[in-house]
């Protein structure tokens, strides 16, 4: 499409060590349970590069192992990457359909693979096969085309991602049909990834039909676990189970060569019921491929460049393809007839009033960036997912953090659901029961709980820190719960519980306090009896923080960066070590390891570059910033996501600093930065971006207007957005 066309699904499927992005280049509907992707490995399987199924580097002396169905977005995990289907010429046999890598691994070229929303294709050499795919919400198409040579499509039932992850696996493969020469497939896969296996794991069933000329199948056939293949239609089980199509060559299959999978975490009944529901609408492959780039374009739409004021076409790469995967997640579970599977292992219908039941992604990550920015894009969809958590709570026993399909992976520290609905309250984005949540919320910021609460919060309640020589990663957490406390202060002011509002708006403001330390001019730990326990330098993570160091930790008070700002020495003292900080992580662009300083590739210190803005005199250092991580850490390769893109969360990051704004997590506040469009418009809000200025590479902001008025402030209210015209007018760049 016309928006589409400025999006490259392959930036963030590349990079090296911390600075992967994970995310899996083939076709998703927006929000969609199905990914179809492919899964590659290079010359040794290196998990770490894995997460998503595919590596782009894997061309160089590497393969495409399968094409899978339900992949992970961008997390930093290996978990998923289920069914997966693929072509070949060599015959199933035992010494290798017992491998890991099967018998249909093939060498692949990007210069033969191509990509864009709702689309992927590839050839694969080993069998000179063409493989298209697309997909809508539950369902994925494959189109093939062969060359003159019988070639097998394997349904490797027990394929995965993280080797040895498969607890069990079932095919069922039908005998071709007399008339059409169509077979039926269906079983399932029990997967028990390095998230899933924390609750037992993930059924993912599916059923579907090959559909191809009659004369095209010559045999089927399935394989067991112990891997010997058994010809003719038929059922089997186990971790290993497989089946398989051998099919004649391009004269016998020219024309329709399609595969459609629905794909269900119910049952086989369920995935043969989605494909159907998706077949209503688009019943083959070029039906299916043109519905999603509908929506896709839809999507992108909602925040098109409408005058792009000469920035170079790197910019609008960027900026459509940070869109794009800011709409991967959260995932939607609906499946058809409205119903999905609860936390509580049982299948539930959604009621009326609400659009999607949606899971998946790491609350830690995505409260910084990508829920605000589906509250201004998505708000009905934001909504469904907090009504989603609502139903969590409802039928597992508690808010999780860290969903993924219908299980509690308690990943990851603190309670930041809190912050989400917090947000999504103050930002009018109601369709949920408020009561319920901060009822939950509230328990686990008082007392322990069995799935995703604070852990060692009686000690955060009694001292208000969470005692080093007791807790590891007691920095951060301290420093999480009071960002959730904030959270929780005004969900009880929006409910009139004024005695809560101000318990939790004080607990919030006094434990950054407890921590700071002048002499080192850093967060430090705290034991039980009130020692200081400082880690021995600055920038290593040790066991105080999380995914971090003393340096990324430190700065992260949402709830009050002013008061941060009198912690450090002012607001003067303030700007001189924040912008040695932010400065520094230039030093070395390498993403081998974390970098020590800002770092752009992971969550803890996101807001960091946006916090000088709030302080007087701070302005010019975030507009500076922004601009530079935009144009120098944020690019066009496939290295081009900064580390583990996390559901989108990174890409929302890129997708704000391109507007001039960003959200303040927690709140219905967004921080001024400087825009890089001349036009964009926000049309769920119907706000309108615009930015005046004599070069494209200036971002110095001089002034903002707002609907015609000088607008002061560093910050600008959500309400303040809708049907708004927000002006940036930039000087030349200071130096």
């Known amino acids: 499409g016309p928006l589409g066309r400025h999006v490259d699904p392959f930036i963030g499927t590349g990079g090296t060590g911390f600075g992967i992005g994970s995310t899996p280049p083939g076709a998703q509907a927006p929000f969609g349970l199905v990914r179809a992707s492919p899964d590659t490995t290079g010359l040794i399987y290196e998990i770490f590069n894995h997460f998503g199924g595919y590596y782009y580097h894997d061309d160089v002396d590497g393969k495409i192992r399968a094409f899978s169905h339900l992949h992970m977005q961008g997390a930093g995990a290996p978990d998923l990457g289920v069914i997966g289907v693929m072509l070949a010429r060599k015959p199933p046999h035992q010494s290798c359909t017992t491998k890991f890598d099967g018998c249909w691994a093939s060498r692949f070229s990007h210069s033969r693979e191509s990509a864009f929303p709702g689309y992927y294709a590839v050839e694969l050499e080993s069998c000179k096969a063409n493989v298209e795919l697309t997909a809508r919400p539950t369902a994925a198409f494959h189109r093939y085309t062969l060359d003159d040579h019988e070639t097998y499509l394997y349904l490797a039932a027990s394929h995965v991602v993280k080797d040895k992850s498969c607890a069990n696996a079932s095919v069922v493969v039908a005998a071709p049909d007399g008339t059409s020469g169509a077979v039926a497939l269906s079983g399932h896969i029990h997967v028990m990834g390095s998230l899933s296996e924390r609750f037992g794991g993930v059924y993912a069933h599916f059923s579907g039909l090959l559909t191809a000329p009659p004369g095209c199948v010559i045999e089927v056939g399935t394989w067991g676990t112990n891997g010997e293949p058994a010809a003719g239609p038929g059922t089997t089980a186990g971790p290993g189970a497989g089946g398989w199509i051998k099919l004649a060559g391009a004269s016998a299959c020219a024309g329709k060569l399609e595969l459609a999978l629905g794909i269900s975490i119910i049952s086989a009944e369920q995935a043969a019921a989605n494909l159907a529901n998706e077949q209503a609408t688009a019943p083959d492959f070029d039906a299916a491929l043109a519905a999603s780039i509908a929506d896709w374009e839809a999507v992108l739409g909602n925040a098109a460049v409408v005058d792009d004021g000469g920035a170079v076409p790197?910019?609008?790469?960027?900026?459509?393809?940070?869109?794009?995967?800011?709409?991967?997640?959260?995932?939607?579970?609906?499946?058809?007839?409205?119903?999905?599977?609860?936390?509580?292992?049982k299948v539930h219908r959604l009621d009326d009033a609400h659009n999607a039941y949606a899971s998946d992604g790491s609350l830690w990550d995505v409260f910084r960036s990508q829920m605000g920015l589906l509250s201004i894009l998505q708000p009905a969809y934001l909504g469904d997912f907090v009504h989603s958590l609502d139903l969590m709570r409802a039928q597992g026993g508690y808010v999780p953090r860290w969903p993924l399909a219908n299980g509690y992976t308690g990943c990851m520290i603190g309670t930041h659901a809190d912050l989400i609905v917090a947000e999504a309250w103050a930002k009018g984005i109601r369709n949920y029961n408020l009561t319920s949540l901060y009822a939950a919320f509230r328990a686990s910021a008082m007392e322990s709980q069995r799935e995703a609460g604070r852990s060692d919060v009686a000690d955060y309640v009694r001292l208000g820190y969470v005692c080093s020589d007791k807790s590891s990663r007691s920095v951060s957490r301290t420093l999480a719960y009071a960002a959730d406390d904030w959270a929780i202060a005004n969900m009880a002011v929006a409910l009139g519980k004024t005695d809560d509002a101000a318990y939790f708006a004080a607990r919030a403001q006094a434990a950054p306090r407890k921590l700071w330390n002048s002499g080192r001019g850093i967060m430090c730990g705290r034991t039980c009896a009130g020692a200081v326990d400082c880690p021995p330098n600055d920038i290593e993570w040790g066991t105080l923080f999380t995914e971090g160091n003393a340096w990324q930790w430190s700065y992260f008070v949402p709830q009050n960066t002013t008061a941060l700002a009198e912690l450090m020495g002012g607001p003067a003292a303030f700007l001189h070590a924040v912008g040695k900080f932010l400065d520094r992580s230039f030093d070395?662009?390498?993403t081998f390891l974390p970098n020590p300083f800002y770092w752009a590739g992971n969550e803890p210190d996101l807001l960091v570059p946006w916090q000088p803005a709030l302080v007087?005199?701070?302005?010019?250092?975030?507009?500076?910033?922004?601009?530079?991580?935009?144009?120098?850490?944020?690019?066009?390769?496939?290295?081009?996501?900064?580390?583990?893109?996390?559901y989108g969360e990174l890409s929302s990051w890129a997708a704000f600093a391109s507007w001039g704004f960003y959200p303040l997590g927690g709140s219905d506040e967004y921080i001024l930065g400087s825009p890089v469009f001349a036009k964009v418009f926000l049309a769920p809000l119907n706000c309108t971006v615009v930015r005046h200025a004599a070069s494209p590479a200036?971002?110095?902001?001089?002034?903002?207007?707002?609907?015609?008025?000088?607008?002061?402030?560093?910050t600008i209210n959500h309400a303040q957005l809708r049907n708004a015209v927000i002006e940036f007018f930039l000087a030349p760049a200071r130096h």
């Open 314 to 345: 790197e910019l609008a790469t960027k900026y459509y393809t940070a869109l794009y995967h800011a709409h991967s997640a959260p995932t939607n579970y609906l499946e058809a007839g409205r119903v999905y599977l609860g936390f509580d292992s």
């Open 588 to 590: 070395d662009p390498s």
């Open 616 to 646: 007087p005199g701070g302005r010019a250092l975030t507009e500076r910033i922004t601009r530079k991580l935009l144009d120098k850490v944020y690019t066009t390769e496939p290295g081009g996501i900064p580390g583990n893109d996390d």
């Open 698 to 714: 200036d971002y110095a902001v001089e002034r903002v207007v707002l609907n015609g008025m000088p607008h002061t402030p560093p």
